[in-house]
């Protein structure tokens, strides 16, 4: 690819951005990242983890909304109206029991 000549370089010689990534994650994923996004921003969003931070909320919804805004870097407040949120849901999807005397 066109930048695997970077395996030959010093990777000290690197700078900022990618000085950090060569260090974090190797200079492999660096070479990756340059061939497959060449010439474009990358912007790493929290936004686009919505789906995955609401599963991990619920899949850990006994623990306390503490750990939980702790562990995810959000607030409580906005654990807590997920959790609600979810609560709502599964009330919505329970059958509703009819009562056997008035039926």
């Known amino acids: 690819m066109k930048y695997n000549w970077l395996n030959e370089v010093d990777p000290v010689l690197l700078e900022g951005d990618y000085r950090t990534i060569a ?22 969003s929290k936004g686009l983890l919505a789906s995955a931070v609401r ?27 997920i959790l609600r949120e979810h609560r709502l849901e599964e009330a919505a999807l329970k059958p509703i029991r009819k009562n056997k005397k008035y039926c």
């Open 55 to 81: 599963q991990f909320i619920i899949k850990h919804k006994e623990k306390s909304s503490t750990w939980l805004a702790k562990e995810l870097n959000l607030s409580e407040r906005y654990i807590q109206k």
């Open 23 to 44: 260090e974090k994650c190797g200079l492999e994923t660096l070479i990756t990242l340059l061939n497959e996004f060449e010439k474009s921003t990358v912007y790493f």
